[in-house]
């Protein structure tokens, strides 16, 4: 099955700075990979995603870049703000699951980012 | 309407006990979604149905029963969890498998 791993597990950066996480899956199968945002006690909010014939997305202050060759993908967030800070999760589709042969996410282990004021 | 809902927001049972979840959408989605997320945990897929066909994570016990009335119903069946079985129990729905999925808030399950 998919195996998707993300660093750092902890981010703190200035606001105003950029801050970058980064993703590696193994599945060469795969071809979607959203980004989520999950706050405290509430639930993942996609911000953004990519599919594998894409490399290269921009929303406002969200960008996402994807490598399919060295299987990595980015999450960058410029002009950071305090708003910002939450636990942003990386994820990769994966048809690993018997019976109707659907895909769902697999989810990296998340990268906690802080906004230092 | 573009919300993902689910009920209850939080349920406590002990291990004896039977319970459902229930999830909820009108967005004509065709996928819909359990996942399972622990403290400080990435959220893990449990199942999906697809058109109303069911992917199953083999990992998951059998004391979890999956249930698609129809293409805008979800439902979760538990019965004899244990208490590592307490988490939070995310819905979730897409246009198809392979597309944008939506987050509901969650029932968060207390089993003691």
């Known amino acids: 099955g998919e195996n998707v791993e993300q660093h750092p597990s902890t981010l703190s950066v200035q606001e105003g700075d950029s801050a970058v996480i980064k993703c590696t899956y193994s599945?060469?199968?795969?071809?979607?990979f959203p980004w989520y945002k999950q706050e405290l006690g509430k639930r993942p909010q996609l911000i953004i995603d990519?599919?594998?014939?894409?490399g290269e997305k921009k929303d406002q202050r969200i960008a996402v870049t994807l490598n399919k060759t060295a299987k990595h993908f980015s999450l960058h967030i410029t002009e950071t703000q305090p708003e910002d800070s939450a636990v942003y999760f990386c994820?990769?589709?994966?048809?690993?699951?018997?019976?109707?042969?659907?895909?769902?996410?697999?989810f990296g282990k998340g990268t906690h980012l802080i906004i230092q004021p | 309407d573009t919300e993902v809902t689910q009920t209850p927001k939080h349920l406590v049972m002990g291990m004896t006990n039977k319970k459902s979840l229930k999830c909820e959408q009108h967005?004509?989605?065709?996928?819909m979604y359990w996942y399972k997320q622990k403290a400080k945990k990435p959220p893990e897929l449990m199942f999906v149905?697809?058109?109303?066909?069911?992917?199953i994570n083999e990992s998951v016990p059998s004391r979890f029963s999956p249930e698609c009335p129809n293409s805008s119903l979800l439902n979760l069946h538990l019965h004899a969890l244990q208490p590592e079985d307490s988490a939070l129990y995310l819905c979730?729905?897409?246009?198809?498998?392979?597309?944008?999925?939506?987050f509901g808030p969650g029932t968060r399950l207390t089993v003691t």
């Open positions: 979730a729905s897409s246009q198809d498998w392979a597309r944008e999925q939506y």
């Open positions: 967005m004509g989605h065709r996928a």
């Open positions: 149905y697809s058109y109303e066909k069911l992917s």
């Open positions: 994820a990769a589709n994966t048809r690993a699951y018997s019976g109707g042969g659907a895909d769902g996410l697999t």
């Open positions: 990519i599919r594998s014939n894409v």
């Open positions: 599945d060469s199968a795969s071809n979607y």
